[in-house]
């Protein structure tokens, strides 16, 4: 009995120490705990460089260095300090006012300046809100066509590729949105005899319309046509051929692609339709592919681009 007695004791001791240790540990833990949360809101210093982040809009404080365009005809820099909300409608306004100058001297047809102002709304916006915006979008499109109709053929090129990365971030890669734009790069290497990159662009074009419209659509078949024109042009002469047989069987199906079959025939064997009299030529949409050797511009609007900038409209940011 006395060494279960002892036992009990000892298991009591041991059970009053450790509540003890727990009772006396408990303001230190909490004491802890307060000190660790007076640390943590504590205010911080901000890091070198990034002292107007929180109240500048997308790292505005750069702002103030951006003046392209015409930006000596249209008066000051932007202004860049207060309230982001503020910042962005003035940069909106003065992007808007820049889009504006453009459209007077677009219209009067002093297209060199036209080109510049809108090259400066577009470089506020897109230094601001990127290739989101949808009226960058926009912009680049007139860039492009008024490139175009200038002959400058590289710009031209290079201002419907940047578009093409605004469609991406607008309608998402892949989508049909993203043909006219593709046709405009087509057309503007093909003017440049960058057949490769033509082919590029075509193959696309007739990808997505196939997917979107189907085999037998006289749009897909057009762009299959110029595909296969352009394969047929650059050199490879085989693929182009069992594409135009392929195009070829795929029109006979409906009587309204006659022009079509026409053109595929003429693909397939080019010296037999030279030596004929076909009637007229296919429609825009279904014409074959032409490189100029001396780099002449191609159209610098279409039906198809037209619908696709009407989707999007220039609006303030707010």
Known sequence: MQRDDLRRILVLNS????????FFNLPVSGQGISEYGGLMGMPRNMPTGHQGALT???????????????????????????????????????ANHYFAEAQKRE???????????YRGSAQMREQVWGTKDPAVFVIY????ALCTKQNKLPEAEAAYRRQ????VRLYGAGTYEMCPIL????????????????????????????????????????AMLKLASALKQNGAHAEADAMAKEGLKLAETLPENALLVQAFNEVINPASAAAGNPP??????????????SGSAPAADSSEDKTTEAKTEIKQKK
């Open 183 to 222: 046709a405009h790069v087509a057309e503007a290497c093909v003017a440049q005899n960058k057949l490769p990159d033509a082919i590029n662009a075509y193959r696309q074009i007739y990808q997505l319309k196939k997917r979107k419209l189907g085999d037998t659509n006289p749009e897909s078949l057009g």
């Open 280 to 293: 007229d030529t296919p429609s825009t949409s279904a014409a074959p592919v032409q490189s100029s050797a």
């Open 15 to 22: 059970a009053l120490v450790a509540l003890s240790a727990a």
């Open 56 to 94: 500048n809009l997308y790292g505005a404080g750069s702002l103030n260095k951006i003046t392209g365009g015409q930006a000596a005809a249209a008066g000051s820099a932007l202004p860049v300090v207060g309230d982001s909300r503020v910042i962005a409608k003035n940069i909106a306004d003065k």
């Open 164 to 167: 093409i990365a605004c469609a």
């Open 107 to 117: 219209k009067a047809g002093k297209i060199a300046e036209a080109e510049a102002w």
């Open 141 to 144: 499109g007139k860039i492009g």
